[in-house]
């Protein structure tokens, strides 16, 4: 098998009874896990982006990010991973701070999940400023 997701799996299988509820659990984790299936989804071949069976030209087109809410953070590494350099910009609104994922393009903000904060108002305000300079072809 590849890279465990519960690093000390094979301390706690000690039968196995519960090396079943732990495989079971690596299956759960990597089901959520938010880098594997944007990757699975999305795809840039011949300067287009393929989303599943749509498919959108990015040529003359500005790439922004907007992640909001637990795993943006996750989710904007990987869209920087998979755009590169053809992301202009982008914000994420997670509920850490980006330590395991750094990020080169994309703004990160902490927020307070689930209660309302003036951390919320501001990185909303940077949200909607950043849209307001989207156009329809962006």
Do not use: W
């Not at 498919?55 to 909001?68: D, E």
């Not at 994420?92 to 003036?118: F, I």
């Amino acid at each position: 098998m590849g890279r465990r997701i519960i690093q000390n799996f094979k301390e706690l299988a000690e039968n196995t009874l519960r090396t079943d509820a732990l495989a079971l659990a690596e299956a759960g984790y990597a089901a959520i896990d938010v880098s594997a299936s944007l990757m699975q989804k999305l795809h840039i071949e011949n300067d287009e982006l393929h989303i599943n069976d749509a498919t959108y030209h990015l040529a003359g087109r500005r790439i922004f990010f907007i992640g909001i809410g637990k795993c943006a953070i996750v989710a904007a590494h990987a869209i920087e991973q998979l755009f590169g350099d053809r992301l202009t910009t982008g914000i994420a609104l997670d509920v850490s701070a980006p330590t395991s994922y750094p990020l080169k393009t994309t703004e990160a903000y902490v927020g307070t999940h689930p209660l309302p904060s003036e951390a919320n108002e501001r990185a909303s305000a940077h949200i909607i400023e950043l849209l307001s300079t989207c156009s329809e072809d962006d």
